[in-house]
Nanobody, 124 residues
Framework: QVQLVESGGGLVQAGGSLRLSCAASGRSFSSYTMGWFRQAPGKEREFVAAFSRSGGITAYADSVKGRFTISRDNAKNTVYLQMNTLKAEDTAVYYC?????????????????WGQGTQVTVSS
């Protein structure tokens, strides 16, 4: 198992930046493909970005491509989401997730482990 704790959320003006962190504990962090998802009020949880456990493969939702960057530091057991040029529509609770597979997927059901979420609010 792996335990995930997100941090770094907050209130930011449109056009600003935030960096989310997700610290993992438990079994070997490098064994997991890591993902970021978000959920806005009244909407389903949606894929934001993911980083495979090997090969350095990343994937992004079209809505964040070019603005967000996912990275991971296996030595620190941490995955990051750098969010630039934030928009009001990026407002949501952001969740970190992990799956014990090399295969990168974009659906929440593909991830067995979740953090508690961190709120990101972008004011327009």
């Amino acid at each position: 198992q792996v335990q995930l704790v997100e941090s770094g959320g907050g209130l930011v003006q449109a056009g600003g930046s935030l960096r989310l962190s997700c610290a993992a504990s438990g079994r070997s962090f490098s064994s997991y493909t890591m993902g970021w998802f978000r959920q806005a009020p009244g909407k389903e949880r949606e894929f934001v970005a993911a980083f495979s456990r090997s090969g350095g493969i990343t994937a992004y939702a079209d809505s964040v491509k070019g603005r967000f960057t996912i990275s991971r530091d296996n030595a620190k057991n941490t995955v990051y989401l750098q969010m630039n040029t934030l928009k009001a529509e990026d407002t949501a609770v952001y969740y970190c997730a992990a799956r014990a597979s090399t295969i990168l997927v974009r659906v929440p059901a593909g991830y067995a482990y979740w953090g508690q979420g961190t709120q990101v609010t972008v004011s327009s």
